[in-house]
């Protein structure tokens, strides 16, 4: 069985689609990124999280539902598979709102989440069943929508003898603890902290420490780690989910009476040491798989390396390019709903139960 | 099989209820409608076709879900059915945007749809899987996403010998033509011309003239009459839209010389006799059905019944209550998608070919 993932993050850069080959396991066939005109993506900006015309909100997800069906049939073309021979395609769709966490809302208790790029026209252009939707039946569920990666890690790294966890550097840091052999019940997922929002931050202008090397030439403060590792967060058992809030101006503000290189080399060590702190709560884990933005960071990598006890790898040594990791994720998803399997971790998201996730079109 | 229908109008009254039970044909259970309450109105009107926040559009697609859900159950209390013997809903949620015919967007040509109400929330709440957005695939396979009341009344009305026409009679008048022993390839579907519009509007602050009692105290301008049938519209042939905006105010002001009661026995001649133009197409028709605000107009009726040579009777004769009707349509499209059946007719809607209506969410 041949699945299309696509996938539009909220940077709004384009269009990613991973082509997966399921037999026992899968493999990936490709990867194809499609830029959004700008017009397109100018489009998306102006109607995500704002005061909108219903009227472009629904032409713009018409119109997505076209670009999306064009980037699938652009990456069979490129890897050299006919269209007809995909069975599924899987469709995040572009998030034009999220709100995981319930508000007061005309007497109930609502959170919602608002994905568009119609997949009637998806499924109708490429003349392949097309699964969208993917968070709200979390959130139908009593659960946040998102993270979904999660019971993606599961699927990925599961091994039959080997404990794992996956760790994802973003700008918040999370992991997936997924014991050998495990069933997806058995799996914890949660942020251990900051992941390079804070690094990001001290770096200023220059916007991230390139492969670490501000850090590098840096001298930890150990003063300051000590102090930002009392923090209550880090001892707290899991689930538990750490906010970008939470790693604002006011946090960064304690960096403030040290010389840049040194601010930014004790803010990777405090990404290193929570995390450890985290990973150190499953001893059992044998290999710790990196993915994210921090994979490119060397330094941090090394750190990483020096710190933990486990195995310290990339995901892209288990075939799963970095970029293509989210698109690779839908298909993954499509796959399991389409067989009636769930999608979700409930401990992750917090809902109340595993469910299937995603809405079907057919061609 | 059971299946709820969830039919919430343009009206914003409140949600239709229908739940039908499918054997070799169907019969319908019950009907229930559950009042909008003021403030979910409200909401819905300004989130409808104008300027809005994304969020407001998001929130109230979950509210929604909340409420169908419970519109669903307690259509069932009131049947007194377990919501467990449901086996499907097919629900076509409140429609905020609707633009049949493509506009230049972004350099496509772009028809767009957009229906709220998260069926994800309507399946988990009610553990049935549930149906939505039978608009979207019309329109993604070239039609106009509308009308697709003409498939329900060929699964309705549809007979092995006898050859049917299902008038309706709204502010437009449209015929379904289904002859004996139809595929749903045979039927023609198409707006006949005027239906109580013209009517409504002559009759000015009373709205619309109860019972045909005004037209009844008149009398027709026969000249004005022959001249207004003159329109090359109703010797087209079809597939043929009439829209409202033919009916306007240039065109009410035509009677402006008549006597009120006169101008709409008028209206009323124009509106039977366009009607009974279109039918003399389908020659062997054997009987027209009627449904639609115009069925209460008791002259109207009478006057179609001495003008046309078939038999005319009210869909209601049928067991199919006119303000249930499109809640049972919706049952009933839900109820061929989940048997993978087309649910629209091509012809009507203007689409390239029939195609499965909807997604489908699971509990």
Redesign the interface.
Known sequence: MKVAGIMSGTSVDGIDVAILEFEHHFKVLGFHTVPY?D??RQ?ILS?????????D???L???L??LYAAAVKETCTKIGIPLAALNLIGSHGQT??H?GEP?D????R?????QIG????I???TGVTTI??FR??D???GGKGAPLVPAVDFRIFRHPEISRIALNIGGIANITVIPANAYIENIEAFDTGPGNLVMDALMGDARFDRNGETARRGKVDQELLRELLRNVYYDQAPPKTAGREQYGPDFVARFAHLKQADAVATAAELTVHTIAKAIARYPGAEEVIVSGGGTHNAYLMERLGAVLKQEVRTATEYGIDNDAKEAIAFAILAYESFH?RPGNVASATGAARA??LG????P
């Not at 109607?47 to 009227?55: G, I």
């Not at 809302?105 to 109930?108: C, E, F, I, M, P």
């Not at 609502?110 to 608002?114: G, L, R, V, Y």
């Open positions: 005109p017009d397109v489009a109607v995500s999280n704002t005061q909108v015309h219903t009227a909100i629904a032409r997800s018409y119109l539902g076209e034009i709102f709100e508000i809302y005309l007497g109930y609502i959170a919602s989440t608002m119609e997949p009637a026209v499924a109708k252009r969208c939707d709200a039946d959130i139908a569920a009636g469910v299937i809405k079907c079109s057919v």
